[in-house]
Structure formats: structure tokens, C-alpha cells
């Protein structure tokens, strides 16, 4: 596995023009912006390209949804035994954090069965990111099955982050839910956090995901939540026959600008995170042109 340092990056042209924005940027304002992306929007890169990209795009940061086309982490060859030690060199020597581990763990089912095997799968997760030094899992809410009571839903949803946010009690570990689904009014999602009520608990803020739904302004949303988002996922999209056309970040009409003033004024002090979906739609841009435009562009908003 080649280590990518900073230093080795930058020693090279390309790097430095890569980086010219975001270090004009980092100069102006004194601090240097907490940008991160999904592997979502590579799923062919191994763990080195990753890295690689991560250094030389200026992010500080990744959250791992998916290796190499394999989805469940736990299976991935980096983490087993006798690799996780230089997957956490590889880490180390790049000053590159894992930010979140993103199961496909949904909390909305009722049948024992399912309910069981997904709590299953996202303590799996909890154990790997103690493993990584990652901060966080992300679960789904997800759906509101019609054969059961919103009421009820909410319920399972609960109880299901109480059941993870308690086995993940002495661990450096949270449980995060994303605003996904159809789990992604502002109310239900108050009423979630609001009666789980755990340290260890909070949101992944996709104000797209929310907005192309409900169309509730993301100020809104974030004045009704603002203080369980510990994380955020950017993403842009038109919207073609009421369905989103993804596309590169500031040509699209999601309310970007607006969700952005949000966490500013909030003083957020989290990831900014690009969640390309490149693993679910083939047809958008490579990872190559959209981590590199996310990094230039997202400065005008910060």
C-alpha cells in the first residue's frame, strides 16, 4: 500500500496548483476550512486512492461508504486483523481522518427478524470506527411502512439509536441518523432526537434530501434542529420531471447558498462533507473532476 504524504504531493506542480484556491482561502480567513467527501462517489478507488485524492484536493477528511465495490466494511481487506495497522499508518502519515462510517443499518422495521439483523449490522460498524479513531456511524431512518402507524415507526426509530447510542457507551463513538428516506420532515425528526435524548446521538444534516421532499427552507430546518447536527452532507441537483439530475456543486438548484448561511451563522464547527453519488448513478461525473471542483467551488460559500 503506497503511502501519499502531503509533503511528497506538494513537492510536485500539480499539487500545488490544486491547492492554490483553498490555501488563498485558508490565508484570508486564518483557519482552514473541515472539508471531507463520500466514498460514495469513487466506489472502484481502493483505500490508497482515496487517500491519494483526499491529500491532493486539500480535504482534511473522508467517510467511507463502501471499498473497492464492497459495501459492508467489516468484509473490507483494510480492516481485517493483519492489515487495520497500516491502514491506520496510512492514515496517520497522511494526516487524514476517517470521519464517519456509513452503514446501510435501517431503524424503521418492526419485523424481529430485520430489526435485529440491521442493529446487528450497525454495531459491527461501532466496533470498526473504535478500531479507525472514527467519531462516527450513520444509520437510516428510513422508510414509513404503510403497514404500520407513523407513530409506531418513530417508536422503532427510537428505540432502535437508544439500543446503539447505549451499546457504544464507552467507546469514542456516535450514532448519527441522516436525514434520509422518507423520514425527513423537520417535525419527525425533532421528535427522534428529542425523545432519544442521548449524548451519543444525533444528525447527519442532507438538507437536499429534506428540501426536494418536504420543500421546507433549510433555515427552517436548521433552526428546529441545529443542535443535534453534528454532521453535514452537501450535494447539488436539478431537478428534471420532479426527480434530482445530480450535478457539480453551484450549477444545480438546490438551496445551497442558504443552507450554508445556516451553519455559518451557527459557528458549526464540523465536516463539510461532498456526497457524490457516483455508486448509485454511473452516469454523473468521475470522482477525478467532481472531489476537485467541490474543493475549489465550496470556498465561495464558506
Known sequence: MKTWTRRSFLETSAGLVALTALNSFITKNKKS???????????????????RSAVEN?????????????????NCPDFNTSNLPSTLRLLKDNDIKVINLGSSANLHFANEDKRKSNLDEAKRYIDLAQQLDCPFIRVFPDDLPPDQSVEKTLDLIISGLVTLADYA?????????????KVVYKDMLLKIMADANHTKVGLIWDFFNMWVVTKETPKEVFATLHQYIKHVHLKDANLVNGKPAYCLIGQGVAPLREAMDSLKEANYKGYYSF????KWYPEIEEPDIAFPHFAKEIIHYL
Request: hydrophobic share 35%; net charge neutral.
Open 275 to 278: 456526497e457524490w453519488e457516483k
Open 33 to 51: 476550512p473541515k472539508l471531507a467527501f463520500s466514498t460514495l462517489g469513487c466506489p472502484d478507488w481502493t483505500l490508497s486512492q482515496v487517500v
Open 58 to 74: 486539500g480535504y482534511k477528511g473522508f467517510e467511507i461508504r463502501g471499498l473497492k465495490g464492497e459495501m459492508f466494511l467489516p
Open 169 to 181: 457507551k464507552g467507546s469514542n463513538v456516535s450514532i448519527l441518523l441522516e436525514s434520509h428516506g
